[in-house]
C-alpha cells in the first residue's frame, strides 16, 4: 500500500498540473489542515488525477454509454469487496433486517452506481455555465423555505449525502443568489480533492465553513443574519455536541448541532435533499420545516435530534437506492454488536 514519502516542490507541482489543479494550491490546503508541507500522499494525486482523466475519456462518447460504463465499474467495485461493500451491506442489514439478501444487494448496487453517476456529473459539470446547470435541476418546495425566511430568521436546512450533493449546492446557491447560502463542510483528506469539490460545489457563491473552535459561532451568525444554513447530518460523529438518537430503531451517535443551532437562533429546521431522476436533471427537494416545542431548552436537544434522525430516515426508506450507505453509521450503537463492522473472521 502506498503511504507518505517526501517530495521535492517540483514534483508536487508536476502531480497537481497532473490533476488539472494550480501549482502550490495543493500544497496551501494541506498546510490548512496541519499536514507536513512536503509530505503528500501518492494516491491522492494519482486518484484525482486518474478520475478526472477516464472522465474525460467517458466525455467523448455517447451519455448513454458512459452511464453504462458507470454501471460495470460499479459492478466490479462491489465484487472486489472492500471494508466499505462490507459496511454498505452491514448497514442495509441493519436498516431492512426483513428484506431478503438478493433485495439489500440490489440497493448497495444501485447505491454505488449513483455515487459513480453523480461523480460523473462532477467532472462534466466543469464546462457548464450557470445556465446550463441550473436547466438539468428541478426544485421542489421552495415555498417552505421562503416561508421559513419570512418570519425573520434563519433556516437550518438538515441534507444528507444523497443524490448528487455537491452539485444541489451550488444549483441552490444559483437558484437563490440573494440568500447567500451556507454550509458547514469537512475537508477531504486528500488536498487536491478538496479544492476540485469545493469548485464544482459553489465556484464562490457558497459560503464554506470549516470545522473547528469558530464553526458553531459563525454558523450561529449566519442562522441570525436570516440567512439558511445547510448541515449534513447523517454520519456517526466522533467529537463535538452528540447524543445517541434512534435510527432505524437503533440509537447511534448524531451530532446536536441543528438542534442547538435551531434553538439559539432561534430557526426553523427544514430537511432538503437532491436526487437525480434520469439522465442529465436532478430534483431538489425541501420539505416542510420540523414542529419544534416553543421556547426550546438545552434539555431539547436530543429530543429535537431524535425528529431530525426521524425526518432522514422517512427520506432514505423513500429513496433508498440514492443514499450512500458505505460509512459506520452504526458504530458503536448500543443496540448492536460491537463488531458490527468488522470482517467475518474477526468480528
Known amino acids: 500500500m502506498l503511504g507518505r514519502f517526501r517530495v521535492d516542490r517540483a514534483t508536487v507541482r508536476g502531480l497537481e498540473v497532473l490533476a488539472g489543479r494550480k501549482a502550490g494550491e495543493g500544497m496551501k ?21 486518474a478520475m478526472r482523466g477516464i472522465a474525460a475519456l467517458l466525455e467523448r462518447i455517447p451519455l448513454a454509454w458512459a452511464h453504462a460504463f458507470a454501471r460495470a465499474a460499479a459492478r466490479l467495485y462491489m465484487g472486489l469487496g472492500s471494508r466499505r461493500v462490507r459496511w454498505t451491506h452491514r448497514n442495509l442489514a441493519v436498516a431492512f433486517p426483513s428484506w431478503s439478501a438478493a433485495d439489500r444487494a440490489s440497493v448497495a448496487f444501485e447505491s454505488c452506481v449513483n455515487f459513480a453517476l453523480a461523480l460523473l456529473d462532477l467532472r462534466r459539470s466543469e464546462k457548464w455555465d450557470e445556465g446550463q446547470l441550473l436547466a438539468r435541476f428541478a426544485f421542489e418546495g421552495v415555498e417552505h423555505l421562503e416561508a421559513a425566511l419570512s418570519s425573520g430568521h434563519g433556516a437550518v ?24 447560502f451556507a454550509v458547514i463542510s469537512t475537508p477531504q483528506r486528500s488536498a487536491l480533492l478538496q ?40 454520519l456517526y460523529v466522533r467529537s463535538g455536541r452528540k447524543v445517541e438518537a434512534p435510527l432505524f430503531g437503533k440509537r447511534c451517535l448524531t451530532s446536536t448541532g441543528p438542534a442547538v443551532l435551531a434553538r439559539m437562533a432561534p430557526a426553523s429546521i427544514l430537511p ?26 438545552a434539555a431539547d436537544d436530543e429530543n429535537i435530534t431524535a425528529e431530525c434522525n426521524g425526518a432522514l430516515e422517512d427520506i432514505i426508506r423513500k429513496h433508498p437506492e440514492h443514499w450512500i450507505w458505505a460509512h459506520r453509521r452504526f458504530r458503536y450503537s448500543p443496540d448492536l454488536p460491537s463488531g458490527l463492522y468488522r470482517p467475518l473472521d474477526s468480528a
Open 272 to 297: 432538503c435533499y437532491v436526487l437525480r431522476d434520469g439522465p442529465d436533471h436532478y430534483i431538489a427537494h425541501i420539505l416542510p420545516k420540523l414542529e419544534l416545542p416553543s421556547g426550546a431548552v
Open 29 to 49: 490546503l494541506y498546510a490548512r489542515r496541519g499536514h507536513v508541507k512536503r509530505h503528500v500522499l501518492v494516491r491522492d494525486w494519482l486518484g484525482l488525477a
Open 195 to 234: 479544492g476540485w469539490l469545493s469548485d464544482r460545489r459553489n465556484a464562490g457563491v457558497v459560503e464554506v465553513i470549516p470545522p473547528g473552535s469558530t464553526s458553531a459561532l459563525r454558523a450561529l451568525r449566519v442562522v441570525r443574519s436570516g440567512r439558511p444554513l445547510i448541515l449534513l447530518n447523517d
Open 157 to 180: 436546512m438538515l441534507s444528507l449525502h444523497m443524490g448528487c450533493y455537491d452539485l444541489g449546492l451550488r444549483a441552490l446557491s444559483l437558484r437563490f443568489p440573494s440568500l447567500r
